[in-house]
């Protein structure tokens, strides 16, 4: 017991000693500047993502999607897994305190002779600690506490690629919609066509062979709405598993022609690096293996533990809590293995090799979400310019159609070339459908490149929803 004051006073000192690498962030190669920036780029949209398209519809499904979703639950539940190994992993560090109760009965050997059957009642506290000299359970605790975080930054990944889904997934059904509406239109036209035929037919104003090709057009426009009925219904089908639902509709809002696309944020690479749940989960997966490889090395080491008992011991259970039956004990162990084989060896080579694992992981994350920024960046730039020319040539179109009817009217041109008009007109509407819907696309794309996050609200949600399962 003399000799307490000088462990209590050397024990702060060695433990302050952990063995293995001290992690550095690694450097890497970030341009300044995307080579593709949006020049109507804001320094801040103060909203959240899914807002700035002004369909209050599309923002119910993502809140429902963020409470409900089956992926983010599961998610959600692997950050509590990895909570659980932390609290465990770092209880190690602190000493373990228990209370143990004995009632026996026994014959024994003492002094050349039997004695007993005696009985025999104990109750005492119990204590051990394994002072982590070297750091190996300090480093361990490291390991646990990243993993932790990369769990945190996994369930944000899926919280963005959810939000990402929706958004897209509600895109893709107004478009279909949209185009359903075109088809429709353009069936309804053709049918009145073919209607008029027919009565020119039957009085002998045309042949039948242009009768025939109003037919046809027309069948062809008819033909291609039980499809888009059935893409709808997939749509909706997909959208609803999102959602945590059962196959079933969804609620429309807005026409995909009164969607709003959303500001793009200045955002520079080095801010999408900080903000991406891919790259910090890397990072934090670069941490713990790094962590681990000083665990390796703590092997190395010899560990120190400290163990102690005090309580009271008695053969008559009513007396057995007085002064002369107290028992006590401690004691402490300095173990360290000589020869291994070369198993401590194996293990340090084994977590360097994951380190480097987890060091290219890193980097290509780096790569890759600079790669996905840029390409949402370009497809903003061209698909707007995109939908300028389609805007322009589905005007020139509708006006040709316009006049090819009126030269057929006067007699001055065939049918045919009111046919081939019209069905200019009907794939140019479609296709500058299906532009407006890959203009939409790309915002979301960009939203998730871009790490989410698009504006200080938009942040907040997202911690919302990440702390809130």
């Known amino acids: 017991m003399r000799a307490a004051p000088y462990i209590a006073a050397f024990l702060p000192i060695v433990c302050c000693c952990m063995v293995g690498p001290t992690y550095h962030r690694p450097t890497t190669d970030v341009p300044s500047a995307w080579r593709f920036a949006d020049t109507s780029a804001k320094a801040n949209v103060n909203a959240v993502?899914?807002?700035?398209?002004?369909?209050?519809?599309?923002?119910?499904?993502?809140?429902?999607?963020?409470?409900?979703?089956?992926?983010?639950?599961?998610?959600?539940?692997?950050?509590?897994?990895?909570?659980?190994?932390?609290?465990?992993?770092?209880?190690?560090?602190?000493?373990?305190?228990?209370?143990?109760?004995?009632p026996g009965r026994g014959r024994y050997f003492q002094e050349g002779t039997f004695r007993g059957p005696v009985t025999s009642?104990?109750?005492a506290l119990t204590g051990s600690w394994q002072i982590d000299l070297f750091g190996g359970l300090r480093r361990a605790t490291q390991a646990a506490h990243a993993d932790l975080l990369s769990a945190r930054e996994a369930k944000r990944g899926v919280l963005l690629t959810v939000i990402?889904?929706?958004?897209?997934?509600?895109?893709?059904?107004?478009?279909?919609?949209?185009?359903?509406?075109?088809?429709?239109?353009?069936?309804?036209?053709?049918?009145?066509?073919?209607?008029?035929?027919?009565?020119?037919?039957?009085?002998?104003?045309?042949?039948e062979l242009e009768l025939r090709q109003a037919e046809s057009e027309y069948d062809q426009a008819w033909a291609a709405i039980p499809q888009l009925e059935k893409a709808i219904?997939?749509?909706?089908?997909?959208?609803?598993?999102?959602?945590?639902?059962?196959?079933?509709?969804?609620p429309r809002g807005k026409g995909l022609r009164d969607l709003t696309p959303p500001p793009v944020p200045a955002l520079m690479p080095s801010g999408v690096l900080r903000k991406r749940p891919d790259i910090r989960q890397a990072e934090?997966?670069?941490?713990a293996a790094n962590a681990r490889v000083g665990v390796a090395y703590a092997n190395y080491f010899p560990t120190l533990s400290l163990t102690g008992l005090f309580g009271w011991g008695s053969t008559e259970?009513?007396?057995?809590?007085?002064?002369?039956?107290?028992?006590?004990?401690?004691?402490?162990?300095?173990?360290?293995?000589?020869?291994?084989?070369?198993?401590?060896?194996?293990?340090?080579?084994?977590?360097?090799?994951?380190?480097?694992?987890?060091?290219?992981?890193?980097?290509l994350a780096i790569?890759?979400?600079?790669?996905?920024?840029?390409?949402?960046?370009?497809?903003?730039?061209?698909?707007?310019?995109?939908?300028?020319?389609?805007?322009?040539?589905?005007?020139?179109?509708?006006?040709?159609?316009?006049?090819?009817?009126?030269?057929?009217?006067?007699?001055?041109?065939?049918?045919i070339e009111v046919l081939d008009a019209e069905r200019s007109l009907f794939e140019g509407e479609l296709t500058l459908a299906r532009a407006r819907e890959n203009l939409l696309y790309a915002y979301a794309d960009l939203y998730i490149a871009f790490g989410g996050g698009w504006g200080v609200n938009d942040g907040q949600t997202v911690d919302t929803a990440e702390t809130g399962r």
């Not at 185009?179 to 020119?200: G, H, M, V």
């Not at 997909?238 to 969804?250: D, F, H, R, T, W």
């Not at 173990?335 to 084994?350: H, Y």
């Open 121 to 123: 009642y104990s109750l």
């Open 284 to 287: 934090q997966d670069l941490i």
């Open 49 to 102: 993502f899914w807002d700035l398209f002004g369909d209050s519809t599309l923002d119910s499904l993502i809140a429902e999607a963020l409470r409900d979703n089956e992926d983010i639950a599961a998610a959600a539940g692997r950050v509590e897994q990895f909570a659980g190994i932390l609290q465990s992993t770092r209880g190690a560090l602190f000493p373990q305190v228990g209370v143990e109760a004995q």
């Open 367 to 415: 790569r890759n979400g600079l790669r996905e920024a840029e390409d949402a960046l370009i497809d903003l730039q061209k698909t707007r310019q995109e939908i300028e020319a389609l805007n322009a040539q589905t005007e020139a179109l509708r006006k040709a159609a316009f006049f090819a009817r009126e030269r057929y009217t006067k007699g001055y041109t065939s049918y």
């Open 233 to 250: 219904a997939q749509q909706e089908n997909s959208l609803s598993v999102l959602l945590a639902k059962n196959p079933g509709s969804i």
């Open 164 to 207: 990402g889904e929706v958004a897209t997934g509600y895109i893709h059904l107004r478009t279909l919609d949209e185009e359903l509406a075109i088809t429709q239109r353009t069936a309804t036209s053709r049918k009145e066509s073919y209607d008029l035929f027919a009565r020119q037919f039957e009085r002998g104003v045309i042949s």
């Open 317 to 363: 259970l009513q007396n057995i809590v007085s002064h002369p039956n107290i028992i006590w004990d401690y004691a402490g162990s300095f173990d360290e293995q000589i020869f291994a084989g070369g198993e401590r060896r194996g293990q340090v080579r084994s977590a360097k090799a994951v380190y480097r694992q987890a060091f290219a992981r890193y980097r």
